[in-house]
Nanobody
Framework: QVQLVESGGGLVQAGGSLKLSCAAS????????MGWYRQAPGKQRELVAS???????NYGDFVKGRFTVSRDNAKNTVYLEMNSLKPEDTGVYYC?????????????WGQGTQVTVSS
């Protein structure tokens, strides 16, 4: 069983910063990717940023250098540092742990943390 515990969401003014954290526990497969997705009201869930166990990163197009994903493999923790936040960044941010496989990846999700950016 895998559990993901997120922290760091909240309310911030436009232009401000937030840092999200997500700690994974349980039976963790080393060959994995950890990252963040978000979902705004009425919209589909989308990738924000992810990082594989060897440090390869992937960002959503909308990030445009404003966010940085990092991880501590020893702690099974992933971070998302968000700067220059915009009202359109508002949404529920979900931590994702993906066990990578040649045939089919296996996804685990956190419960989500609300990020609200006021104008």
């Amino acid at each position: 069983q895998v559990q993901l515990v997120e922290s760091g969401g909240g309310l911030v003014q436009a232009g401000g910063s937030l840092k999200l954290s997500c700690a994974a526990s349980g039976r963790i497969v080393s060959f994995n990717s950890m990252g963040w997705y978000r979902q705004a009201p009425g919209k589909q869930r989308e990738l924000v940023a992810s990082m594989t166990f060897v440090g390869t990163t992937n960002y959503g197009d909308f990030v445009k250098g404003r966010f940085t994903v990092s991880r501590d493999n020893a702690k099974n923790t992933v971070y998302l540092e968000m700067n220059s936040l915009k009202p359109e960044d508002t949404g529920v941010y979900y931590c994702n742990l993906k066990f990578l496989s040649r045939y089919s990846d296996l996804d685990y999700w956190g419960q989500g943390t609300q990020v609200t950016v006021s104008s």
